[in-house]
């Protein structure tokens, strides 16, 4: 079956501009993170959603940051007024299940470069 | 706070050759879960093996082990008869179960296998 997506695949933009990160899990898996990874490092949490809510935000980094998931199936990241520190990998990942111990499935990431 | 460190930048092993990654953790959880994931150049985070630590027998996946000192709070991935399409970034990670399954991963270890 299908693995987990991400469009687009490479982003380029401009200081100070909008972007959006699309994320498309499994199908029928409840769980999705969205991670970050800097150049040389490993992915760092962003945000856990469970269905449709935001179950932990605690990794986002400011408040230019945001992430919505309203059907519980496709997620978007939202960045405004971006920055060149907001250059990195964006990583999103599925899992089934309700809570703890499920193997998360990671896509391919989007490679987000602020000039 | 919990932790993952790995400390070794890069290494590299002959073809068919066996090799050791390292990993130490640290967390004041006792329902935790350890995970090695290998990401190559094409960026897809790819699960290797994981362990669930609770349990004392080191988890085994073909050529991938694992030797799990909880008390000692490490976790090393052994490679047997490394293959080229083994040479990639290796990724220790942690889960704590009661958190919903966010990953806190290490700096990663690159490998490169010879031929």
């Not at chain 2, 996946?61 to 080229?84: M, P, T, W, Y």
Request: hydrophobic share 30%; charged share 20%; net charge neutral.
């Amino acid at each position: 079956g299908a693995g987990v997506s991400q469009t687009p695949s490479n982003k380029v933009t401009e200081k100070g501009k909008y972007v959006e990160l699309r994320c498309d899990p499994i199908s029928g898996h409840t769980a999705l993170y969205w991670y970050r990874q800097s150049l040389g490092q490993g992915p760092e949490f962003l945000i856990y959603f469970q269905g449709t809510g935001a179950a932990d935000d605690s990794g986002l980094p400011n408040d230019r940051f945001f992430a919505v998931r309203p059907e519980g199936s496709v997620s978007t990241l939202k960045i405004q007024r971006t920055e060149r520190g907001d250059s990195a990998v964006y990583l999103c990942a599925s899992s089934t299940g309700t809570s703890g111990f499920y193997t998360q499935y990671f896509g391919p990431g989007t490679r987000l470069t602020v000039l | 706070a919990q932790t993952v460190t790995q400390s070794q930048p890069e290494m590299s092993v002959q073809e068919a050759e066996t090799v050791t990654l390292s990993c130490t953790y640290d967390t004041s959880e006792n329902n935790y879960y350890l995970f090695w994931y290998k990401q190559p150049p094409s960026r897809q985070m790819i699960l290797v093996i994981r362990q669930e630590a609770y349990k004392q027998q080191n988890a085994t996946e073909n050529r991938f082990s694992v030797n799990f000192q909880k008390a000692a709070k490490s976790f090393s991935l052994k490679i047997s008869d490394s293959q080229l399409g083994d040479t990639a970034m290796y990724f220790c990670a942690l889960l704590l179960y009661n958190q919903g399954g966010k990953l806190i991963f290490g700096q990663g270890t690159e490998l490169s296998v010879k031929p």
